[in-house]
């Protein structure tokens, strides 16, 4: 794992220091990062920050704005048609409750995002989740548990909101 991380690290120190809006150059160092290239449509604005990248997929007409960090260990699956704002937090990852394995273990379940779906400013998805179809986390919002599809969702821990 630490060979991994090191790895993206190197690569991720290249696509931070892209101009924005360098879109080409973005998926070619996406590619390197996970491993598939990125459909034509991918468009990801540094600074940009993931774990190893291996367990990182990107759908078609994805944007992702500054400050995004996904914590990939777990695997996030990013679906088609995604709208990711500023400083959101896709996190696959964790540790233990228990003090005496905390420092030792690393937790992980997968995060998904569904088609359709827009994640607003500073929100956070946890290991686990999965975002449906056509869903809007609201801005600050840390999703704990499922969103169903064409729902919004907001506060901590997010609750649903309304039906969309």
Known sequence: MSADVARAWKILGRLNALTPG?????????????????????RVLPPFHVDGGRNLRFGRNVFVNHGCTAMDLGGIDIGDDVMIGPNVHLISSGHPLDPATRRTQITTAPVRIGRGVWIAAGAMVLQGVTVGDDAVVAAGAVVTKDVPPRTLVAGVPAQVVRPL
């Open 22 to 42: 360098d879109f080409d150059a973005m998926r070619t160092l996406l590619g390197e990062l996970t491993g598939q290239e990125p459909d034509a449509s991918v």
